[in-house]
């Protein structure tokens, strides 16, 4: 049961212009969702968070979006740079819970 | 920069065989988690541990699997004669928490398992 889900597995940008990465879930009672970047051979690392009591969180040329009526989330990225790219799960985890729901994940390329 | 470690980077083994899989967690940390992605797959929860014990834990994470913390500071996955299927990347996270403190994983850079 994929209870994150992420419908884009790629996505190409040119450098300087904005990724905009989706995220959608199945589950109401998620309260808590997270992004992380993960570059191969590496473990993913988290990027962004956002609590569902919120419907934005802005961090540096990151700024997550959440629209809980939709149920969706998006991780908004500008400037894309060179060094985004990578593959971007979503996840999420209720606040009472340990366990964290991870998406397919988006492979985002920058191009210069 | 406190980070998880993971050893080793890359197992092979037979089928049939047992394997464990080694993480340091970052020292405060009191959750413990092991996730795996089959190649081209979404990154899977097996197994949450907290206080010694598993908290939560998936469907995935059958008889053929445990988990300990033999000695307060590794965090070790046991997989008990291992299946072709079992191959994958496993990652160890860690996550500290207060109460209300929502705390997010970190990871270790994974241990790919190749099962022949």
């Known amino acids: 049961d994929q209870q994150v889900k992420q419908n884009s597995p790629s996505l190409s940008v040119q450098e300087g212009r904005i990724s905009i990465l989706n995220c959608d879930y199945t589950?109401?009672?998620?309260?808590?969702f997270l992004w992380y970047k993960k570059y191969p051979a590496e473990g993913p690392t988290f990027l962004i968070s956002?609590?569902?009591?919120?419907d934005k969180n802005e961090d540096g040329r990151f700024t997550v979006f959440l629209n809980k009526s939709a149920k969706h989330l998006s991780l908004h990225i500008v400037p894309s740079q060179p060094g985004d790219s990578a593959v971007y799960f979503c996840a999420a985890r209720y606040l009472t819970g340990n366990q964290f729901y991870f998406g397919t994940g988006t492979s985002l390329t920058v191009i210069p | 920069e406190p980070e998880v470690t993971q050893t080793p980077s890359h197992q092979v083994t037979q089928m049939g065989q047992e394997v464990i899989l080694r993480c340091v967690p970052i020292?405060?940390?009191?959750?413990f988690y092991w996730y795996r992605q089959i190649l081209g797959q979404k990154v899977e929860f097996l197994v949450s541990f907290y206080n010694n014990e598993i908290s939560e834990k998936s469907e995935i994470f059958d008889d053929q699997f445990s988990v300990e913390r033999p000695d307060g500071s590794n965090f070790t996955l046991k997989i008990r004669s291992t299946k072709l299927e079992d191959s994958a990347m496993y990652f160890c996270?860690?996550?500290?928490?207060?109460?209300?403190?929502?705390?997010?994983?970190?990871f270790g850079e994974g241990s790919r398992l190749t099962v022949l």
């Open positions: 020292s405060n940390h009191l959750y």
């Open positions: 589950n109401s009672m998620f309260d808590y």
């Open positions: 996270a860690s996550r500290w928490t207060l109460e209300g403190n929502t705390g997010e994983l970190f």
């Open positions: 956002i609590s569902s009591i919120k």
